[in-house]
């Protein structure tokens, strides 16, 4: 499906001119969200990435996906946008990073942190995953700026993903779509056989 054109890193797997397209729906601090993340990267890259016996032909697209019950789940989505933003290449690595740390930014560890020290700490991580002079650009776009209410400089980024979710009637993560289509079978629990045999019946 479509991306503007300043996220189109959001294709994080395949070639946006491939004939089909697997939008994926993926929160943060959703423990099934790592799963699907992880699996993305050990399973279907090699299924269709280069040299895969399904290369060229598929997309694979990360979908922000805020999920309000989780209360970090805005901050975390926004820093995968200001990644996106300041080192697109990196983007994936930063999204498994944060993945692999997800914990951290759970409801119980982050429940006496102020905003400010929840992008902090998330500077950090992107400091281990993006080039050291990046690092000063991704704090400044999560940095709160303008009128006291106006959010930051991925707000209107973030605002996309959300009404790209909505207007889809995407509630919760993971959820994927094919060519556009809800597919209530994937799970975050297929194996690489599971994929497999979607493929080769949809391709």
Do not use: G, I
């Given at each position: 499906m479509a991306l503007q054109p300043s996220l189109r890193a959001q294709t994080v797997l395949g070639s946006s001119v491939a004939s089909h397209t697997l939008d994926v729906f993926l929160d943060y601090v959703c423990p099934?969200?790592?799963?699907m993340a992880f699996k993305i990267d050990s399973i279907l890259k090699p299924l269709i990435g280069p040299g895969g016996p399904h290369e060229g032909k598929v997309q694979v697209i990360y979908r922000f996906q805020v999920q309000p019950w989780h209360a970090m789940s805005t901050l975390t989505n926004e820093a995968g946008l200001a990644a996106l933003r300041v080192s697109p290449e990196n983007f994936w690595a930063?999204?498994?990073?944060?993945y692999k740390h997800q914990e951290e930014y759970f409801d119980i560890p982050t429940q006496d942190l102020t905003t400010r020290q929840v992008r902090e700490n998330?500077?950090?991580?992107a400091a281990t995953v993006l080039p050291a002079n990046k690092i000063e650009a991704f704090k400044d776009l999560l940095a709160f700026k303008g009128s006291p209410n106006g959010g930051n400089a991925v707000s209107d980024d973030l605002k996309y993903n959300i009404k790209f979710s909505r207007q889809n009637g995407i509630h919760v993560s993971p959820t994927v779509l094919w060519d556009g289509l809800y597919q209530s079978k994937i799970e975050s629990s297929w194996e690489e056989g599971d994929w497999k045999d979607f493929f080769s019946k949809q391709i």
């Open positions: 099934y969200s790592a799963k930063f999204s498994l990073a944060l998330l500077a950090k991580l």
